[in-house]
């Protein structure tokens, strides 16, 4: 067994590798490819079912554990409120209307587990996928774009109910008894893992002294314990690798150094999940066409529209609903994961599992081929159907007085609270910018005009008067949103933030006023600093004061020392 999963993981990297190389030459995500190794490994004789089924399960437990670790509790309760509508719309919709087709599938193709089939052919349409979302809107979640942060809530919202789905549906012999027992045992795995988040993760960090390598290597042993464990009650690896993402603290340093030593091997089971789908695709039968055909009609077209039109009720505008739902149309790696099990069970029809894994692969890849055309899917047929502008959120959400010559601050992270500290000592008249639903107690209070809304869409910017602007300055590094300041056509001059020289030159030429880079001016920070000291214009008890002030400061806004931490 050792040796041939040894083989099938030659292969599998051979093929990802290959691939890969052609998609970073053409400047194209590597997911679809991943997915297209994964078909070619799996043809090969050596490649059976059986081990790409444990990878497959240990690529999602990694992941899933490495989702759960990037949980923030401190803003759980904000991001589930401002998506909670969309989600149990979707959820009280789209679930029946599956539930029915599924069954209707087993009548006609003679399944013998009808509900169980019916209930694993709902959980492949309703739940969409985090991890692809979460590389489908990487930047969008870092800048707390609306929709992006809007989509992450649903993907959160989404994994919970795949939790409970799979605690269900993973009992062998269904009755009450067998249910509540998974039940119970998932919620002690959860309870247990939030114990040892409060109390056990911070001793964990005392003991390792400040070594970060000592952190990460007792993270990992949490994960560990936490499969073992739920291998050794029956639960599924992903229960398991769940309750130990929790048990790890996402605040801090210590928290910090962990992330930064497991993303270094995320990529690495990113790769193995992607190709393992490709993989298991089997070459389709008429039947299992027609069942994958339904499931990717309701995924790639029912969800969206239904994400939609409850994001559009909520009061937010036809583009961030629209941008939102078209980032929730795959099947979730959580069902696929249910699916798994169920046939490790005998419990799924064989054409069920097979569609339901095809279905996957084509909406993954659909996903990220259809992100190229958004804008002109908005443009003809969205922004049709949605003509009247949709404000209520926005006017909800923000204070803006009878401004004139003042300045528009986008985003509201350390650069733009230090902006708003200067602007405010200086007297000068600004309004905020804000995506982030988070920080809206925190502009409320801070803040003498603000507008959280999504610098994407038009209202936003109408809402903090543009047109009377005296200069717009973005300290958002997010080139959607530097494109769309630029083309708005401006009187006003812009400054803007890039990444690269390469992006800040093209950003010049388009109209900037300045841009800046900061891996450019960390860089003339220290040659100035290294010359001052040289000069001896200062002094290194001078110059370690000035920095210790520089660091209170950032504590404030809060980027606290790492002692402080913990």
């Known amino acids: 067994m050792a040796e041939e999963l040894v083989i099938t993981l030659a292969v599998v990297f051979v093929a990802a590798g290959v691939l890969s190389l052609i998609a970073n030459h053409f400047g194209l995500s590597p997911i679809p490819f991943y997915i297209i190794a994964g078909l070619i490994a799996g043809s090969f004789e050596s490649v059976t079912q059986s081990e790409i089924i444990v990878l497959a399960q240990w690529g999602i437990a990694f992941l899933v554990f490495v989702f759960a670790i990037r949980i923030d509790f401190g803003d759980l309760e904000s991001v589930l409120r401002d998506a909670e509508v969309a989600a149990l719309t979707q959820l009280i919709i789209v679930a029946p209307i599956a539930f029915g087709v599924g069954y209707l599938f087993g009548e006609l193709f003679g399944f013998e587990y009808q509900l169980r089939n019916a209930a694993y052919f709902a959980a492949a349409v309703v739940l969409s996928s985090s991890l692809v979302g979460g590389v489908l809107l990487g930047s969008e979640i870092r800048a707390n774009l609306v929709h992006g942060r809007l989509a992450s809530s649903i993907h959160f919202f989404d994994d ?22 998974q039940i119970g045992y998932g919620v002690l795995f959860v309870i247990a893992g939030l114990v040892i988040y409060r109390h056990g993760f911070p001793l964990l960090v005392r003991l390792a002294d400040g070594d970060g390598e000592l952190v990460l290597v007792g993270s990992i042993s949490i994960l560990i314990a936490f499969i073992a464990a739920a291998e050794y009650v029956g639960l599924s690896l992903v229960v398991g690798a769940f309750a130990a993402g929790i048990a790890i603290r996402s605040d801090g340093t210590q928290a910090l150094e962990v992330q930064n030593g497991i993303s270094s091997i995320t990529d690495f089971f990113v790769a193995i999940f992607f190709v393992t789908v490709g993989a298991l695709v089997a070459i389709p039968s008429l039947e299992v066409l027609v069942i994958a055909g339904a499931i990717t009609l309701l995924v790639l077209v029912v969800n969206p529209i239904v994400h939609i039109a409850s994001f559009i ?38 054409p069920l599992f097979d569609a339901i894994i095809l279905a996957a692969a084509a909406t993954m890849v659909l996903t990220f081929l259809g992100r190229r055309t958004e804008d002109a899917v908005y443009r003809t047929v969205v922004a049709r159907l949605f003509r009247s502008q949709r404000t209520r959120k926005v006017d909800d959400r923000s204070s803006v007085g009878d401004l004139d010559d003042h300045i528009i601050i ?41 507008v959280l809304g999504d610098a994407l869409s038009d209202y936003p910017w109408e809402k903090a008067r543009v047109e009377n ?39 010049l030429e388009a109209g900037a006023t300045h841009v800046a880079v900061p891996d450019v001016l960390a860089g003339e920070q220290l040659v100035s600093t290294v010359e001052a000291l040289a000069a001896g214009e200062t002094n290194p008890e001078t110059l370690e004061q000035e920095h210790m002030e520089y660091f209170r400061t950032l504590e404030q806004d809060g980027f606290a020392s790492r002692d402080e931490r913990l």
């Open 410 to 450: 986008v985003g509201y992270g350390r650069i733009g609270r230090q902006l708003v500290e200067t602007l405010e000592t200086l007297d000068q008249p600004y309004v905020v910018i804000e995506n982030d639903p988070v920080l809206w107690d925190e502009l409320d209070t801070s803040c003498q005009h603000y």
């Open 313 to 350: 009720y909520e009061g937010y505008d036809a583009r961030t609903a629209f941008l939102a739902g078209s980032s929730l149309n795959q099947v979730s790696e959580f069902a696929l994961i249910i699916a798994i099990q169920a046939l490790l069970m005998q419990t799924i029809a064989e």
């Open 469 to 507: 602007a005296a200069l717009v300055c973005s300290t958002v590094d997010h080139q959607g949103v530097s494109e769309t300041i630029l083309e708005r056509g401006i009187d006003a001059d812009i400054v803007l933030r890039a990444e690269s020289t390469g992006d800040a030159e093209s950003y």
């Open 160 to 181: 919970l109910v795949a939790i409970a789905l799979l605690l269900i549906l993973s009992t062998e012999v269904v009755t009450a008894d067998g249910i509540a027992a």
